[in-house]
């Protein structure tokens, strides 16, 4: 791995806020890849889908047995059942269930936000005649991140470490995917096989 050299000071929201991004787009990408499993595993792809309908998936993939069992006149026949593919296997659906970040930063300043084209307090309603300290000021803390070795006062240089311990589980079924099965429920159907 690249030594790191001469890490520029962040502002302390755009530091923490950083690895709660990247969890966030690895939920996104979880969540693409079970649409795209979803879509390859369940679906035969339409040929000539009609124009302007992008979201039309295709028609349910299934799969189809054999098998031997009584007709209604006593005798061994052959019959066939058709089962939706995606109710016969496990969707990888993950999520993120819980998430830990632990990082060491040092403060390198604290700076006023810059206000510009501010109104006085008279001119916002709800506020005139209060005191001057009831209207919220920000500070902007400017923070980097420190190596997890060497001493606190010396400069930032080497490796540096972002420890985040992340709990996968498997996602709560959403009620479109609830009602997906409900309906490759009605669509497995039987059928005998003529002689």
């Known amino acids: 791995m690249a030594e790191i050299r001469g890490i520029q000071a962040m502002k302390l929201y755009e530091l923490l806020s950083a690895p709660m991004i990247a969890m966030v787009q690895a ?3 979880a969540a693409r890849a ?5 879509e390859a595993v369940g679906f035969v792809p339409s040929t000539s889908p009609p124009p302007g309908e992008d979201t039309l998936v295709g028609r ?5 047995f054999r098998y031997q069992k ?4 006593g005798n061994i ?3 066939t059942v058709s089962v939706p593919l995606l109710s016969l296997v496990p ?3 993950i999520q993120i269930k819980q998430g830990k970040i632990a990082l060491s930063a040092k403060i390198t300043d604290v700076v006023p936000e810059k206000v ?3 109104r006085s307090l008279s001119a916002v309603p709800g506020v005139a005649g209060r005191a001057a300290w009831v209207a919220s000021r920000r500070l902007d803390i400017l923070a980097k991140p420190v190596a997890s070795s060497g001493a606190k006062g010396q400069e930032t240089r080497g490796s540096f470490d972002l420890e985040i311990e992340i709990t996968l589980g498997q996602a709560d079924m959403t009620i479109g995917m609830e009602k997906i099965f409900q309906l490759m429920d009605q ?3 039987e059928k005998k096989v003529e002689p």
Request: net charge negative; glycine share 4%.
């Open 27 to 29: 939920d996104v990408q």
């Open 34 to 38: 079970t649409v795209d499993f979803i």
């Open 60 to 64: 349910l993939r299934m799969a189809e």
């Open 70 to 73: 009584l007709d209604e006149n």
């Open 77 to 79: 026949t052959d019959f």
């Open 91 to 93: 969707i990888p659906a």
């Open 116 to 118: 510009t084209g501010v």
């Open 187 to 189: 669509a497995i159907h």
